[in-house]
């Protein structure tokens, strides 16, 4: 069995080949090719903990196995850790035996960033040149670099509940060059592109704070109750997920849903945009909104391709097992 340790990661992994693993494993999942097994994650009533498993088959790529971990709420106080904690596991699919441990920390930024770059990259105008962010804390960092590189954008604008948090985002276009600005939420009509990354209960982003032709990645909801942005914007939009079955009952369209405003059947796998399926943005006026849950096979697919990165440099750990 091979392991790559939490260390080796982030000099491992580029965003590129994120991006590359994220969009092939989501034109798997819409070609019927990969699919993700039910999502365990439970309160163990110790250390006020979430634990849970998120894992899939990918039959097209043979990647077969699961993400293990969760939130420790207490980590960084009592022990200087962070709280997300995560481990990759993956399994051989010809003969079931292990094949890899993969620290799954820095992965689940860099997955969840490509998944929203994907969305952008296969959604937004091309003529996009304002990104609009909600949200300024960890993830958010890892959404905007990545978005970055999408479409040739000239101007960040941000808004975070906590509004000392927002020079992680200015960082962030600094960085990269492109002039930062702090709004409103009204401020936010100026974007072509918005990602809401936040850990909200309740919607933020209002159907009236959205200028027509913009794309919104809602990458913050993914558990039940969470909620970023208001139904009637999700009713308004043409709607995309990395799944449907964890859109309508973990994602951000669990509300709509509910609410009736929107139909099951009316979200698409962004996957089959992908794979050419669906047309995707039809008019330069349609409001498209990629609601990422994240799935098992994202995590699977950036482990695998990690794996073989780490094989190609001879730093990956090999044990009997
Ligand atoms: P973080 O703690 O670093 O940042 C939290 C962010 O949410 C900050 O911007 C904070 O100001 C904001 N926030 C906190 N409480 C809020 C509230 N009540 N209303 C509005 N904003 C609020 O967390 P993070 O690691 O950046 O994670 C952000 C979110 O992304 C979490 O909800 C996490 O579960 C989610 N997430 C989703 C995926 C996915 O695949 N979709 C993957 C990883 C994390």
């Not at 600094?174 to 309740?202: C, K, N, Q, Y």
């Amino acid at each position: 069995m091979l392991i790559v340790p939490e260390r080796e990661i982030a000099d491992l992994m580029t965003r590129e080949a994120a991006f590359a693993a994220v969009e092939k494993v989501f034109a798997a999942m819409a070609a019927g090719d990969a699919y993700n097994f039910p999502v365990v994650r439970e309160a163990i009533g110790h250390e006020d903990a979430l634990y849970g498993f998120k894992g899939g088959f990918d039959r097209s790529g043979l990647t077969l196995g699961l993400k293990a971990g969760g939130y420790w709420p207490n980590n960084l106080e009592k022990r200087g850790i962070i709280n997300h904690q995560s481990t990759v596991f993956l399994f051989d699919p010809d003969t079931g035996k292990a094949r890899a441990m993969v620290g799954g920390n820095l992965l689940t930024a860099l997955r969840t960033a490509a998944a929203s770059s994907v969305s952008i990259r296969h959604l937004a105008r091309e003529d996009a040149r304002v990104i609009g962010m909600v949200g300024a804390g960890h993830q958010a960092t890892f959404q905007l670099r990545a978005a970055l590189e999408q479409r040739d954008f000239d101007k960040v604008i941000g808004w975070n509940l906590h509004p000392e948090m927002l020079p992680n985002l200015e960082k962030v276009a600094a960085e990269a060059g492109v002039p930062f600005e702090a709004v409103e939420l009204t401020g936010m009509r100026e974007a072509d592109v918005i990602i809401s990354i936040t850990s909200s209960f309740d919607a933020i982003l209002m159907a009236e704070h959205v200028s027509p032709g913009c794309h919104i990645a809602c990458m913050g909801t993914d558990t039940k109750g969470k909620q970023e942005v208001s139904p009637a914007l999700l009713a308004k939009a043409t709607v995309f997920t990395d799944e449907v079955a964890q859109s309508v009952s973990i994602g951000e369209a669990q509300h709509a849903v509910a609410q009736g405003l929107i139909d099951e059947s009316a979200i698409t796998q962004l996957g089959a945009v992908i794979n050419g399926a669906h047309p995707g943005r039809r008019s330069a006026e349609e409001i498209t909104l990629f609601d990422g849950t994240g799935v098992g096979l994202q995590d699977l697919a950036v482990a695998a391709a990690v794996v073989d990165l780490a094989v190609e440099k001879g730093i990956a750990i090999e044990v009997d097992f």
